[in-house]
């Protein structure tokens, strides 16, 4: 095990914010979080776990032992009539692992391609797109246990999946509180894939694409091709303008309160849900209130989806957190005002 001092993390975050981790551990295995665990210097050490840092935003350099999740590996595990189930390292990333599933003819998560970050994340976030969340085609995770070093597996039940949210985010406040948060670090993902395979099809920009292509029975891969395509004509490479995805979660109302919302704003863009609450986009919120394009500082609001905060000052001049989060809360408090809604960030904020 070897503790690294001083780390610069701008490479490892997507939105290119300069700060450093004081100590950082590279967990390449089970191992390392064994030898984490048996090291009297270090098993009580606050810690901070960083996949592909596509959800965070660093406000300043890391105090706590960074934990820089690099568990890599895939592998069937079960091949039974009514699914495959597939087993994937922590650090592998997530799009990637789309892509090669659909290589092995595994499909299922192509509505989820070119999502950013790592597969140890997806469970924390829950991440989802077009009509798929992992909470879909999930089956189980190991995870390990910071406070007593021992190993753990959950099922979905046990994750406590909710809208981009799941027990890892919340810490344990209670007796009877199972808050993971700071306490278990995620180290295999096992996903539950269907058969037989089919295709979801319910959102606008899938139904569009049908249109185009006249597909009316497309396969996985076209429309992994298609999901591919609509997020780079709508989100900004992180590569080349720095960003973390989807800045704000999509607010929940009530029926009652969508119809007044309607009454004022005709053109919301809303979506209702199984449980009769309706969901509105977040994006459209922040469009109406005039913020698509806006800068503040070298923090600003991509022109194409209002949805996403990205870094203007790119990777020579960036943005710092304190920037980013700064528009942020602007933007929150416009849509309060406007809708009386309150907006709440998807980003780990550090």
């Not at 009316?216 to 995805?245: E, H, S």
């Not at 459209?284 to 005039?290: N, T, V």
């Amino acid at each position: 095990m070897i503790v690294e001092r001083n780390v610069p993390l701008q490479p490892h975050n997507s939105f290119g914010i300069v700060a450093r981790a004081q100590h950082l551990l590279r967990v390449k295995s089970v191992a390392d979080l064994e030898a984490l665990h048996a090291d009297a210097n270090w098993r009580e050490a606050p810690t901070f776990v960083l996949g592909g840092g596509s959800n965070v935003v660093l406000t300043g350099d890391v105090k706590p032992l960074v934990l820089k999740m690099e568990i890599a590996g895939r592998r069937l595990v079960e091949d039974t009539p009514r699914a495959w189930i597939v087993e994937v390292g922590a650090g592998e990333l997530w799009h990637d692992t789309v892509a090669w599933l659909l290589d092995q003819g595994w499909p299922g998560l192509e509505n989820m391609a070119l999502i950013p970050g790592t597969v140890g994340g997806a469970p924390v976030q829950n991440i989802g797109a077009y009509g798929v969340e992992l909470q879909d085609r999930f089956e189980s995770l190991d995870a390990f246990d910071l406070q007593t070093g021992r190993r753990f597996t959950l099922d979905a039940a046990q994750c406590a999946f909710g809208y981009r949210d799941s027990v890892f985010k919340h810490a344990a406040t209670g007796d009877n509180d199972f808050g993971l948060a700071g306490r278990a670090v995620i180290t295999h993902v096992r996903l539950r894939l269907p058969k037989p395979w089919k295709p979801v099809l319910g959102y606008l920009d899938l139904a569009r694409k049908m249109e185009e292509t006249g597909a009316r029975a497309p396969t996985p891969r076209q429309i992994f091709d298609w999901v591919c395509a609509i997020r780079q004509a709508k989100l900004p490479d992180w590569r080349v303008l720095g960003n973390a995805g989807s800045f704000f979660k999509n607010p929940t109302v009530t029926a009652e309160q969508c119809a007044d919302i309607i009454a004022r704003d005709p053109k919301i863009v809303h979506y209702p849900m199984p449980d009769g609450s309706i969901k509105l986009a977040a994006g459209w919120l922040i469009d109406a209130c005039g913020w698509k394009g806006k800068t503040m500082g070298h923090a600003g609001v991509y022109e194409k989806q209002a949805l996403v905060l990205v870094n203007r000052g790119g990777r020579a001049h960036p943005a710092t957190g304190g920037e980013v989060m700064t528009l942020a809360k602007a933007i929150q408090t416009s849509v309060y005002e406007r809708f009386g809604i309150r907006l709440e960030p998807e980003p780990v904020v550090v």
